[in-house]
């Protein structure tokens, strides 16, 4: 018989004080156990590594790990061990010792390294990052840090309960150019009093051309033969097996991905939220939406978040735009088309239909900025403003690790990571309460001190998301 969602949540510590969720109050309990101690690598030495998720943007991260010189890649993990797309890394590390369930790897060869790379899909972030942070390891984790509300506040509360422990996330424009020059640009009150900010990523998607109509799921298929599915679906419900949930597929299924908004959110607006303080928003609305159902993302989404004020800064109003159709106002003297050269680049060739780089447009009371993705950092507009003030902005300090040396510095108490769970988390649950808003198409009104959605019980009790399967449970017990 299937667990129900009250009964999961009462077998369950929640990690959120005062959450109450789908009418079960709860508080949270700490940790029964102590936090574990957390390892540790030495000074100057090698951090010893086990990579989870080897192919595609795994293969990527775990090049980007081995240009730092700084690795001794002692594992390697992935469900589908005799595909393609996993034989390089494969053929890179011929003496790791080779996993396809993540359970298994801890159990066997856990005692063996320090730390975990995660790169899989987004729905399976929690339950990895989770055993690897009751297991002692450092944990570097793609984005979004986790798929539900409810998860990344756990996975917050588990790192807050090892602080010996090492948390990363892979938004890395958080340590590149913008990161710095936001940072000290609101430290010189150039950047002040912000009011609104756009976000865009106006790109195609790989939905797009999907049908909006369709009622069910795709039928199930053949399962190609080395493909361990039962453990690549872990805690979601289960669903046979259909090459469109498969390499990178999984993005466009709310039940497995969190659309263009968790994948470019973290690289456009993680800056802005983090040093203006954002936190959670009071309201969530969906303003626009093109091909709504009740599968996979919008063709085109526009969502409203609504923060309030903090300390002595004004309210902010953020506006997420995605979709071919769906492009922001902008500004006099934005600059224009993705070809003009002063609109600021990204670390990624712009698509070939898209008409506006992947960004955002920051207004201010008397300044407004405009900037691209990842590290690419902000401009003032229009140009004569920029001119006018050339020669009175300070100057930007440069980056003194990359955001994969800065994971294994800090893994080496050398230095401290800039986008741990604690930062990221919050971040990534503005995104969840985005998503709710675009699976809902609805406003949302939410409260921050308590953590609910209080005008929609269906979305409140959506916070948690439908309970793992069977024997996925224990994931949520180890705060």
């Known amino acids: 018989m299937a667990t129900t969602r009250r009964e999961f949540l009462k077998n369950v510590s929640l990690a959120s004080v005062g959450m109450a969720i789908g009418g079960v109050d709860m508080i949270a309990s700490a940790a029964d156990k ?272 609504r923060f309030p004020a903090r300390k002595s800064m004004p309210p902010v109003d953020v506006t997420w735009y995605d979709g071919l159709d769906n492009l922001p106002p902008l500004p006099a003297g934005y600059g224009g088309a993705v070809a003009a050269a002063d609109v600021p680049s990204t670390n990624f060739a712009d698509g070939a239909n898209a008409k506006l780089s992947p960004g955002k447009i920051i207004y201010s009371k008397d300044l407004i900025f405009k900037g691209g993705s990842h590290g690419s950092t902000l401009k003032i507009i229009p140009e004569d403003k920029a001119k006018e003030m050339a020669g009175s902005l300070p100057e930007i300090p440069k980056s003194p690790s990359n955001h994969f040396e800065n994971f294994l510095l800090a893994c080496q108490g050398i230095e401290k990571t800039r986008s741990p769970f604690e930062i990221n988390g919050v971040l990534s649950q503005v995104f969840c309460l985005g998503v709710l808003a675009q699976r809902l198409n609805t406003q949302l009104f939410f409260d921050p001190r308590t953590k609910q959605i209080t005008n929609n019980a269906f979305a409140n009790a959506m916070l948690t998301g439908v309970p793992p399967r069977k024997g996925w449970d224990q994931y949520y017990k180890m705060v």
Request: charge should be negative; charged fraction near 20%; glycine fraction near 8%.
């Open 34 to 305: 102590p936090a574990a101690a957390g390892a540790s690598s030495p000074k100057g030495g090698k951090v010893k590594i086990a990579y989870i998720g080897i192919g595609n943007r795994g293969e990527q991260i775990i090049n980007d790990f081995a240009k730092t010189g700084m690795v001794d890649v002692v594992a390697l993990c992935d469900v589908d061990l005799g595909a393609k797309h996993t034989q390089k890394v494969l053929s890179m590390y011929p003496n790791a010792k080779r996993f396809k369930d993540f359970r298994k790897m801890f159990d066997e060869a856990g005692n063996t390294f320090d730390a975990v790379a995660i790169a899989t899909p987004d729905f399976s972030h929690f339950p990895i990052s989770m055993l690897a942070l009751s297991e002692g390891k450092h944990v570097y984790v793609e984005k979004p840090l986790a798929r539900t509300f409810y998860e990344a506040e756990l996975l917050m509360q588990a790192a807050k309960n090892r602080p010996g422990q090492v948390t990363q996330v892979g938004n890395q424009g958080h340590s590149e150019a913008n990161y710095f020059q936001f940072k000290t640009w609101l430290e010189a009150g150039i950047i002040k009093d912000v009011t609104a900010i756009t976000a865009h990523m106006n790109e195609p998607r790989r939905w797009h051309k999907w049908d909006s109509n369709m009622d069910r799921f795709p039928a199930g298929r053949q399962l190609p033969p080395d493909l361990d599915w039962d453990t690549w679906l872990g805690t979601a419900n289960h669903h046979d097996y259909h090459d469109d949930f498969h390499m990178g597929q999984w993005r466009c299924w709310y039940d497995f991905g969190m659309g263009a908004l968790g994948d470019w959110g973290a690289h456009i607006l993680d800056t802005a939220h983090e040093f203006l303080e954002l936190g959670l928003p009071y309201e969530i609305n969906m303003l626009y939406a093109n091909g709504h159902n009740d599968y996979f993302f919008p063709y085109s989404s526009t969502i409203l978040f």
